[in-house]
């Protein structure tokens, strides 16, 4: 679903309100309470990760993934069909998250996009009508 939401791990947060915690108290030299840091940090990080995501946008999601014999191609990302066995789509107010759960283009990153979320069901046809029987779709 939100891969880039849950990209910031609680321990990374906790990590982080922590660090910044020290770092006030030796650059400005007064003490706070800590648990107000943490509420901040676990309510902006995500909002932080949203704005930093690697996802693009995709207006037309059908249009852009496209396949050819064997393979899927999003974009310049090309995937043999045999390869790919879970597929995301979740929708949040307005927006549709596309993901391949099981494929990271690098430690840590997975392929996927966001897309207009009326576009959903579109997509999930086209991807039923392409990908094997096998694949199994996440929500």
């Known amino acids: 679903m939100l891969n880039f939401i849950y990209a910031i791990h609680p321990i990374k947060l906790l990590f982080g309100a922590v660090l910044s915690y020290f770092m006030v108290i030796a650059i400005f030299g007064f003490d706070f309470n800590l648990l107000y840091l943490i509420y901040v940090s676990t309510a902006v990080g995500p909002i932080i990760a949203a704005r930093h995501s690697n996802q693009p946008f995709i207006d037309d999601p059908v249009s852009y993934i496209t396949f050819d014999g064997s393979n899927m191609i999003m974009g310049s990302t090309t995937l043999p069909i045999s390869a790919i066995k879970q597929v995301a789509l979740d929708t949040i107010n ?14 840590g990153v997975i392929t996927g996009f966001i897309f207009p979320a009326i576009k959903k069901e579109a997509l999930k046809t086209h991807l039923q009508s392409n990908l094997s029987k096998r694949v199994i779709f996440i929500k």
Do not use: A, I, Q, V
Request: hydrophobic fraction near 20%.
């Open 94 to 107: 307005n927006e549709g998250y596309f993901s391949l759960p099981l494929h990271h283009s690098s430690p």
